[in-house]
């Protein structure tokens, strides 16, 4: 375990510390970025760093990073995960898809935020036994957001209303969208919140890693195709393609055609890998940990548990990076050598 919170001195005669002062520990800040479904990684890079003794004492986040996060903080990580555990696959996740056509997004999105709710209750973000700060976007202004005050269950939803899926949030007289169209990967906010040493968790650096430009490009010869005919079964059998569920086939599409969830989840991607890498060159984190899970799909909540595994992974990874980090602003006094227990 790695020996980050205590100070040694020798003791003297009367047990008082002689020689040696206390060492300070570093406040240390973690920054959760954006990804839908690749958030779960964000609980196993969680657990690596508490169960090595590194505990963020500010964490923000932006999406489902402000999910986790969140329930991080409200002690409340593990009903996200049982949750995830509890999906079975694809059929699962669309039951949680309230399509609306008369709103500002495809999806309503009470079904999501009732399990946030019934996790957090209405918790406040300043009765929360660390910093947390949940990051948005302004919709008619474009600003940048920082909710630090108020319901923690509102600040999450505003942060993951990812425009044109889920409706915009109204938080004092603002609308309120997703975190990741100005700020993914927030480590700005935690540096603002004192964080003296920043871990930043980035779910997209390994979607776009060979982005290029391509040259001269053109419409291909149109194959000839005979005119689709009417499925057999919406023939005979009309009533079972209600408009629901017609719906929820144009919002995933199929193999041959993007829908228009895929459409606006790839822009996403697109912009906010763009966004992401400016803002880490801007204001790169101390030590970053991205995960390898390009290879997941935003709404593959069922493979939580795979999921999990690469954030771990990632953060056994950088453990030694981090406490390097952390001895730079808090070094061993003088002739200490660490045991073996505190090694291990």
């Known amino acids: 375990m790695l020996e980050i919170l205590k100070g040694r001195g020798a003791s003297g005669a009367n047990g008082e510390k002689i020689g040696l002062g206390p060492t300070r520990r570093p406040v240390i800040g973690l920054a959760l970025g954006g990804g839908a479904a690749r ?67 495809l999806l309503g999105g009470e079904k999501l935020a009732s399990r946030l709710a019934d996790a957090v209750g209405e ?10 700060a949940s990051v948005a976007t302004e919709v008619r202004t474009g600003h940048e957001i920082w909710l630090t005050h108020g ?25 309120l969208v997703d975190g990741a169209l100005v700020n993914p990967v927030p480590v700005s906010a935690a540096r603002a919140l004192g964080a003296e040493i920043v871990i930043a968790a980035n779910l997209s650096s390994d979607i776009f890693t060979h982005s290029t430009t391509i040259y001269s490009h053109g419409a291909m010869p149109a194959p000839v195709t005979a005119e689709p005919e009417e499925p057999t079964a919406k023939r005979r059998f009309p009533r079972l393609f209600s ?19 895929s459409v606006m989840v790839d822009a996403f991607n697109i912009m906010q890998d763009r966004i992401t ?6 204001d790169p984190p101390d030590l970053l940990i991205s995960p390898r ?10 493979r939580s548990e795979d999921l999990i595994a690469h954030g771990a992974r ?20 003088a002739g200490h050598a660490p045991k073996a227990d505190e090694q291990a």
């Open 314 to 333: 990632a953060a056994e990874r950088a453990l030694e990076s981090i406490q390097e980090a952390i001895d730079v602003l808090a070094p061993a006094p």
């Open 123 to 132: 918790t406040l973000i300043e009765d929360l036994p660390v910093k947390f």
């Open 39 to 105: 958030g779960f990684a964000h609980i196993g890079i969680l657990r690596t760093l508490l169960a090595n003794g590194i505990v963020p004492d500010v964490v923000v986040g932006t999406s489902i990073g402000a999910v986790v996060g969140g329930l991080h903080a409200a002690g409340r990580l593990e009903t996200f995960e049982e949750w995830g555990r509890s999906l079975q696959g694809m059929r699962n996740i669309i039951g949680y898809l309230d399509i609306r056509l008369n709103g500002s997004g």
């Open 277 to 282: 890498r400016a803002r880490l060159a801007g």
């Open 293 to 302: 899970v390009g290879q997941f799909g935003w709404f593959d909540f069922h």
């Open 243 to 261: 408009p629901e569920k017609t719906m929820k086939r144009e919002f995933f599409g199929s193999a041959g055609r993007p829908g228009i969830s």
């Open 151 to 175: 319901r923690v269950v509102d600040a999450m939803r505003a942060s993951y209303a990812l425009p044109g899926i889920f409706q915009p949030m109204l938080i004092g007289d603002r609308w």
